[in-house]
């Protein structure tokens, strides 16, 4: 997973429901010095909570993409993320911004 353009993560989950798997995933594929390169703010609703788990990421080019990983695979979580990541790593390799 590219986070170097990663400016802001927030996510939402209930950590004992089934459907939050792909959240906590998603926050161990984090690297262990992300909190020095982008701001992460964690949810954790109760355990009896029927809300769904929630992933939103803005990125440093000020898109923000709000996804609801009860409904995608880590696998599919990762590429939508990274497929903006890609952009912007083009963008830079180019000489833009």
Do not use: C, W, Y
Not at 77 to 89: A, G, Q, T
């Amino acid at each position: 997973m590219i986070t170097k353009f990663l400016s802001n993560v927030a996510v939402s989950f209930n950590p004992f429901s089934k459907l939050s798997k792909s959240t906590r995933v998603f926050l161990s594929l984090l690297p262990p010095d992300a909190r020095t390169t982008m701001k992460i703010q964690t949810k954790l609703l109760p355990r009896a909570s029927e809300e769904l788990p929630k992933i939103a990421v803005t990125f440093k080019d000020g898109k923000v993409m709000e996804l609801e990983s009860s409904k995608l695979s880590i696998k599919d979580l990762v590429e939508e993320l990274d497929r903006h990541s890609r952009i912007l790593r083009k963008k830079e390799e180019l000489g833009g911004n």
